[in-house]
Each structure stands twice: as C-alpha cells, then as structure tokens.
C-alpha cells in the first residue's frame, strides 16, 4: 500500500502539486469535522440515522422508476418493486425512528465485532502464520469492543455510531492531510 502510495505522489499531475493547500485544508476541515461528531455523538448518530433513511428513500423511489423502464421483464419488474419497497420501509423507520435505528444498528455492530473476533482468534491459534499474536490482538479488540457495546446497550446505540463516524472522519481527514503536504515537498 505504501508504495502504491509514493508511485501516486511522485506520478502527481502538475495541477495537483501546485493546489495542494486545499487538500490539507479539506483534510484539516474533515478532522474537525470528526471532532465536533465525537464531542457531539449522540447529534451524529441521530443525524447519520435521518440521513441514511433518507439516502434509502430516494433510492426506493429510483429503483421504482427503474422497475417501471424494465419493459417486458416481468419477473425482472417484481423483484424491483419489492426491493423498493423494502427500501422505502427501511428508510422510513430510519428517518421517523431514528432512536431505535440507532440501538438496533448499534447491536447488529456489537455482534459483528463479537463474530469476526472469536473468528480472527479461532484462525490466528489454528493457523500457525507468522505473526499470528497480531491477530489474536485484532480478534481481542474486536470481542472487546462488541463487549462493550453490548454491555452497555441499549444507551450504547445512542452515541457509539456517532463515536466511529467521527473516528473515521479524523483518520481520513489526516490521510488527507498526509497526502496534500507530501505534494507540498514535490512542489
């Protein structure tokens, strides 16, 4: 990956090079925007919820319109009304309930997390790879945090999807960062 990395930054086009003041001002804005979504948690998850629920219904209603473009393929037609349909209740719930979305997404998360640990532990012992303690260490992270998750649930649901989002938004507003100051050294 780091090498894909450096073939990009020194194979940058000129444009790229000369303008790399707004990548580190979009990584820098998305970072404070990861900060203010974990500060304000319980906001970013409601707010990820409405948004997600409404993203779902307006994809219902153009995989309708789609459905009715499928002339002659009836079967081809059924399944896609159904998929919006399905669509549209999921983003109705979403965007009316936005509470309870959040804690059974934040239960679905818990048991994955739980899921992909005890499966990262169970193939790290019985793999004998190099590096195996590694993946014992990912799989311990993840049981932990599923564990947490759960232990806390139903008031996890409320704040813990807002947490990652805003986690995320930092890490990729630093990569970004990290990205427009090594096109800075090439300018």
Known sequence: MQQQFDVFVAQAPSDLTTHWGWLVALGVSLAVLGAVAILWARTATLFSMVFLGALLLAIAFIVFIFAFSLAGYWT???????????????GFILVTRPVVSAEAITLVVAFYFLVTGVVAIGFALSSHIQGQW?????????????GLLLAGWPVTGLWAIGLFIGIDLILRGSAIVALGLSLRGIA
Do not use: Q, R, T
């Open 134 to 146: 590694l993946y014992v260490f990912d799989g311990l992270v993840s049981v932990g945090l599923g």
């Open 76 to 90: 081809a037609f059924f399944i896609h009304v159904l998929w919006a349909i399905l669509l549209a209740i999921i």
